[in-house]
């Protein structure tokens, strides 16, 4: 553990030296504090999640470009039992807020328990072609459930998507990954995404949506829901809207799930993010809130709700 901390500590001092030697350009960053940044979700099998971030970005551009340190704090309660980490994050992010490619790297590490974690939710997209775009994508956290945080069961996963336009108004969307589970068990995931400009002039889609992922352990301790195959197929209507730099978007789906090639159930999901304009030299305010309803290890009508949000402030 002190060996992974000091590797932190000497990451965030090329950090901040790096800053230093900047400063002395002509044309130097800004600087930006995160703070507040908060996520919080509970569910229908009462577990709680709070989790709160601040951030010091020393090299900020905008709120899609800069580099810095953060530190969160986690909660977790259900019932009586309750569990408290931290995790210290590496941040570098350049993404393009006109086509949304660009890259997203951070590596943090995370105490649970007495449980350590090196940590990554990382990604990078780019341009093939004038209407192709690829995107990969490595992850590796908690399984934030009461069995999982107690037992410091964890996944790793790696995947990628490539988005093809097919022609004017309509793309395609697919993503295969494979999470590995500490415990064993391995997790292939496949989703699927149609998406039809139906109203272009208030950015309104229509979406078809697939997901399905297999298990090939089942045997493994059941402190997760982990069936032997799922799949859902939704259909789902998007919007976003630029209003004066903020930016609106959200997504209202139904669809239906199976378990276990069982009967088939019903699912939900409702989303609504705002974004406010990414250049804004007082604040930048990233926030979204969201419901689902879907399958769970209780049973086929699991839901939960979350909201969260980030704020930057530069000088």
């Known amino acids: 553990m002190k ?8 990451c965030t001092a090329i950090l901040f030296t790096s800053h230093s030697v900047a400063q002395e350009e002509p044309e130097s960053k800004k600087q930006a504090i995160l703070f507040p940044s908060f996520y919080f979700s509970s569910d229908n099998e009462g577990f709680t999640t709070y989790k709160y971030q601040i951030g010091y970005l020393p090299l900020y551009e905008h709120g ?4 810095g340190v953060m530190i969160q704090q986690q909660y977790f309660t259900q019932d009586d039992w309750k569990s408290s980490g931290q995790q210290y994050t590496l941040m570098t992010r350049a993404i393009n807020p006109r086509n949304a490619l660009g890259y997203n790297l951070n590596i943090g590490y995370n105490v649970e328990n007495g449980h350590q974690l090196i940590t990554t939710d990382s990604s990078y997209g780019f341009q093939v072609t ?11 956290n908690r399984l934030e459930t009461q069995g999982s945080l107690d037992s410091g069961t964890y996944y790793t996963l790696g995947g990628a998507s490539i988005e093809q336009q ?3 108004g309509l793309t395609a969307i697919a993503m295969g990954a494979n999470m590995y589970i500490s415990d064993s068990n391995t997790r292939p995931i496949f989703k699927a995404k149609l998406i039809y400009d139906l109203l ?26 982990n069936p032997e195959k799922y799949n859902e197929t939704m259909i789902a209507i998007g919007f976003r809207k630029r209003i004066e730099g903020w930016v609106v978007s959200g997504t209202i789906g139904l669809g239906r799930q199976s378990v276990n090639n069982e009967t088939q159930t019903g699912t939900q999901l409702y989303e609504l993010a705002v ?14 809130a969201g419901y689902g309803n879907s399958a769970g290890i209780l049973g086929e009508n699991y839901f939960y709700r979350y909201v969260m949000a980030d704020f930057i402030f530069p000088f």
């Open 3 to 10: 060996n992974i901390f000091r590797i932190f500590l000497l």
């Open 64 to 67: 899609d470009n800069y580099t």
């Open 130 to 140: 004038d209407t192709t775009r690829a995107e990969v994508m490595a992850a590796r």
């Open 166 to 168: 097919l022609f004017k």
């Open 200 to 225: 272009p002039a208030y950015g309104i889609t229509a979406q078809l949506r697939y997901r399905q992922f297999r298990s090939t352990n089942i045997n493994v301790t059941r402190d997760y829901f």
């Open 275 to 288: 974004t406010s304009p990414v250049a804004s030299n007082g604040f930048y305010l990233k926030a979204r």
